[in-house]
């Protein structure tokens, strides 16, 4: 359903992580795991559009740019906006309100719903800037809901979140694998892939292994993906491969 031809993503002209070649099935329950720096959210970002790879493909089939949700990392969100939570959550809907569209009772409704499935009643009147990182989470998610998409990126979604919540947070996550949507989830919790996510990507600069969970994950594998060099070099030489 996604399928990726040798994808190079970087900015500035200079890779971040390159040479990712492979498929997406329709329906896949994937984590991208791999050292900080490693171009786990740069692929993201690439995979959902908002960034043009530097060299290659990524190829999305039928799929629209409205058919791609994405949870970005909770650091890029600016908690002091003055929104509620009930316009946070609303806003999931804006694929099939429209962002100016007023909200009809039977959408309020839904709204309330994706509030209580996340364990949020009586938190709609909330402002953003008041809630816990769990509880924004948790909004997040219930936007997610709304937003209904067969494709759900989710960017470090569990970090500095309790376990209480880590755990109601992947109930909604298996719900989302039994419809057949596919999610792809950048983590750090390694027990926790092992765990909740049959495949794994791991990426340093470029894929190390992508496959079962319990392959890719091998000590072998995971050394090397230690390996990578730290630092990212503004004036490193351009992709070999794709330099123009
Ligand atoms: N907007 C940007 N402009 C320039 N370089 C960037 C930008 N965003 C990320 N990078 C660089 O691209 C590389 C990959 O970053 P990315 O955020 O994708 O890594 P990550 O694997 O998600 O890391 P982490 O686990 O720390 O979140 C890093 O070296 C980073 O400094």
């Known amino acids: 359903m996604l399928k990726l031809h040798d994808v190079t993503l970087g900015y500035d002209r200079h890779p ?32 959902m559009g908002a960034l043009k790879p530097l060299g290659g493909r990524i190829d999305r089939g039928a799929l629209g740019r409205r058919d791609i949700a994405y949870l970005p990392q909770a650091a890029e969100l600016d908690r002091s906006f003055p929104i509620e939570v009930f316009d946070l959550v609303a806003m999931g809907l804006w694929r099939r309100v429209g962002l100016f569209g007023g909200l009809r009772r039977a959408d ?111 000590p072998e594998r995971l050394l090397e993906a230690r390996a990578m060099p730290e630092a990212f070099d503004d004036r490193a030489p351009l992709c070999g491969v794709h330099a123009a």
């Open 108 to 218: 309020r409704e839904r709204v309330a719903e994706a509030l209580s499935a996340v364990g949020l009643e009586g938190f709609g009147r909330r402002a953003i800037g008041t809630l816990s990182g769990g509880q924004l989470q948790r909004a997040l998610f219930a936007r997610l809901l709304l937003q209904d998409a067969p494709v759900i990126l989710l960017d470090e979604p569990f970090a500095a979140i309790d376990a209480r919540t880590v755990a109601d947070l992947l109930q909604i996550v298996a719900r989302w694998h039994d419809e057949r949507r596919t999610v792809i989830a950048v983590l750090h919790d390694m027990e926790l892939v092992r765990r909740a996510f049959p495949e794994t990507l791991l990426l340093a600069r470029r894929p190390v292994a992508w496959g079962p969970t319990a392959e890719a994950l091998k």
């Open 16 to 47: 971040a992580v390159h040479h990712i070649d492979g498929e997406i099935a329709e329906g896949a329950l994937l984590a991208v795991v791999g050292p900080n720096g490693a171009g786990k959210s740069t692929l993201l970002k690439g995979l």
